[in-house]
């Protein structure tokens, strides 16, 4: 068979599976499992889970059951081993859900799927029950297109109960399972495209370190009057400092760090990025890279809380001592580590007037890049060019996955994709969650292609 007539032939069965997408779809996104007893009954997710292995055993995989993680959770884990000498593709996803926030804020009831305007509302349709059915929908096309015959890979589809809690149930699960789990390549199908209808690989998560910085310099807050000019200033030092993490043009400056990356992948468009960040008229945007340089490839730091005085109840005082919570996200090539070792003796070294400085390191996280070459990742480029009839492209993401540290930490040879059918527009985590019904069609296509192709 031809590139070409394989494509069209799956193609055609993919399309034809939509409206039993969309019935699954509904079934799944009817379940309220969001993985937290206060807020809802443990069976919803239990039933979630249950509803995934029965379909992907309906499907062709065996040993389709329900495993136990350390944090309560469910992971849902199905198997078709691999033909001798073929490889083995882990398919993951989640079927935990976040809770829908505001429900008054939905224009559709929230656990049952609704079109409008050509998308698919509902808690879940995009994040992840979308991707759990784009994986459904692939391994039943394929199957159909096999005439009997067997999966021509190994596959082990992974779902996960516990994803939107960070309970760290599949982290703990992973390594403890590391054979049962084992695979040449990983499709992490919990990301999205670029934009609808533009293929896009997720090539790199920032990591992240935290820190607390508390200036000292008076034994306690003396009046402003009698005492200010002379006396050092806490609050006043701490600003001084937070002021030397930042150049003029709103650059990152943590000394030993560098803050120069390019982005080579897909550009942020400034206008959009303006909309979506919500940022006011004539105000700038920071650095003097694109935006993508700045959210995907360099260092960024982000005061997140300041200890001083409240405007209402402050009173005439210099102050004694004043602290900062600090967040430092980081691109690949910086290890956390490193990170914290140059945010600390920067601000060691930057407090002015000999004030007492303490730096207290909280969690941090490791950044993650993919694999950019390798057998999987060609096959997949070239099954998303054919589905989408566009080359692939990349983008970075600025919050961070542990699992994909986890899964590269157990499988060091393996190779980890990063795709799925959560673009922008789905507003995932918010109220009035969508999916577009074309993406998952040619995320099936494209993981169908690949499976039949790698
Ligand atoms: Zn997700």
């Not at 992907?56 to 065996?62: H, K, N, Q």
């Not at 926030?101 to 409008?116: C, G, K």
């Not at 760090?257 to 206008?271: M, N, R, S």
């Not at 393996?414 to 040619?442: D, F, K, Q, R, Y």
Request: proline share 7%; with cysteine; hydrophobic share 40%.
């Amino acid at each position: 068979m031809t590139d070409d007539s394989r494509t069209a032939a799956l193609r055609a069965r993919v399309r034809s599976l939509m409206p039993r997408a969309k019935a699954d779809l509904a079934e799944l996104v009817s379940y309220r499992s969001v993985h937290d007893p206060r807020q809802f009954p443990p069976e919803e997710c239990h039933r979630a889970a249950q509803w995934v292995a029965d379909a992907f055993a309906e499907v062709g995989l065996t040993d389709a059951g329900l495993h136990e993680t350390p944090d309560g959770s469910m992971a849902v884990v199905a198997r078709h081993p691999a033909p001798p000498g073929a490889p083995t593709v882990l398919l993951y996803c989640h079927y935990d859900v976040q809770p829908p926030l505001d429900e008054a804020a939905w224009d559709t009831p929230v656990w049952q799927l609704t079109e409008r305007d050509g998308r698919w509302y509902g808690r879940g349709a995009a994040d992840c029950k979308g991707n759990v059915v784009a994986h459904l929908t692939a391994l039943r096309a394929l199957r159909d297109s096999l005439d009997g015959k067997d999966f021509p890979v190994g596959i082990t589809l992974v779902s996960e109960g516990s994803e939107e809690q960070g309970t760290g149930g599949m982290e703990a699960f992973v390594p403890k399972n590391a054979e049962l789990l084992r695979a040449d390549a990983l499709v992490i199908g919990d990301c999205g495209n670029f934009a609808v209808g533009v293929p896009t690989f997720t090539q790199t998560l920032r990591g992240t370190v935290n820190v607390i910085v508390t200036v000292e310099t008076l034994a306690g807050p003396m009046h402003s009057g009698m005492f200010g000019g002379a006396a050092p200033d806490a609050l006043a030092a701490l600003v001084h400092l937070l002021a030397t993490l930042r150049d003029e043009q709103g650059n990152t400056t943590v000394a030993g760090l560098a803050g120069d990356q390019v982005w080579d992948g897909v550009q942020y468009p400034v206008e959009q990025f303006r909309a979506d960040a919500g940022v006011l008229d004539g105000v700038e945007l920071l650095g003097d890279g694109t935006v993508s340089d700045m959210l995907w490839a360099r260092p960024a730091l982000t005061i997140l809380g300041i200890d001083a005085p409240k405007v209402v109840g402050s009173s005439a005082a210099v102050q004694g001592s004043a602290a900062a919570r600090l967040n430092l996200r980081i691109p690949p090539g910086i290890e956390p580590a490193q990170a914290l070792k140059a945010l600390t003796a920067h601000l060691e070294s930057n407090v002015p007037w000999h004030a007492k400085v303490t730096v207290q390191a909280e969690a941090s996280g490791a950044p993650f890049r993919s694999g950019s070459s390798g057998p999987a990742r060609h096959a997949l480029e070239r099954a998303f060019a054919a589905a989408y009839g566009t080359p692939a492209t990349t983008q970075g993401q600025g919050g961070s996955i542990p699992l994909c540290t986890v899964f590269a930490e157990t499988y060091p040879g393996a190779e980890i994709m990063l795709i799925g059918v959560e673009e922008p527009s789905c507003l995932i985590h918010a109220p009035n969650e969508s999916v577009h019904p074309t993406e998952i069609e040619n995320i099936a296509l494209t993981e169908a292609l690949f499976l039949a192709t790698y």
